[in-house]
């Protein structure tokens, strides 16, 4: 009884912390799907095994990611403050906490999706190429189109991945669900009301990876 009542008690927090969660997420998760899309196709367009070899971009797109992926988030999203709050002209808030979520969100996907086009079979290139078609044909039509139900699987993961960065931001006042775990459960010795949020976030993460995975599978038309 006690505890049904502390979480309902918390309960406006808690849905309040959620839609600040839903807002990061939402904002990063679009771009790192299109930017992080993009760098992917690059990297694998102008590696030394790709169609137009280019060690410039690579080089260039290489330590970006490579960068962005090994920084520690915490203090990634402390070094950008300043161009936070010159973009956003605020440093606080769900919004402006996208800003570092995006960076990393973008370097993840973009290797991820590196990752997924190398395991196209070379069959697909080269029946690209005996029917004469150019390299955006070849990308939309050849390469995505097979990758597809590994790209589905590398969203997925660059999603749970961002998930678990999305509650550090309450530390610089990003908010979130991790912001309310720390403040209103752990801080103020309300366990039951931290561990509440902890299996809200594993269920949620959970689901995640069901429906990614079922819509994996549903698209994978490979035999």
Do not use: C, W
Request: glycine share 8%; net charge positive; aromatic share 12%.
């Amino acid at each position: 009884m006690k505890f049904m009542k502390q979480v309902m008690y918390y309960l406006p927090e808690m849905l309040k912390a959620l839609k600040e969660t839903g807002i990061m997420l939402s904002i990063s998760l679009v771009i790192g799907l299109i930017v992080g899309l993009l760098i992917g196709i690059l990297l694998y367009l102008h590696g030394s095994d790709g169609v137009k070899p280019n060690k410039g971009v690579m080089f260039f797109l290489n330590s970006y990611v490579n960068v962005a992926r090994s920084f520690p988030f915490l203090l990634l999203v402390v070094a950008v403050i300043p161009v936070t709050r010159f973009i956003f002209d605020t440093a606080f808030g769900p919004i402006a906490a996208s800003f570092p979520l995006s960076l990393v969100a973008v370097a993840i996907f973009g290797r991820l999706v590196e990752q997924v086009l190398l395991d196209v079979p070379k069959e697909v290139t080269e029946l690209s190429s005996a029917l004469g078609a150019t390299n955006s044909q070849f990308v939309f039509y050849f390469l995505l189109k097979e990758a597809r139900s590994g790209l589905v699987l590398s969203f997925t993961s660059m999603m749970i991945s961002l998930m678990s960065y999305s509650t550090v931001m309450g530390v610089v006042g990003g908010g979130g669900i991790g912001d309310f775990a720390i403040r209103f459960g752990y801080q103020r010795y309300e366990y039951e009301v931290m561990y509440t949020t902890i299996v809200l976030m594993i269920l949620i993460v959970g689901s995640i990876q069901l429906l990614g995975t079922y819509i994996s599978k549903k698209i994978d038309k490979r035999k």
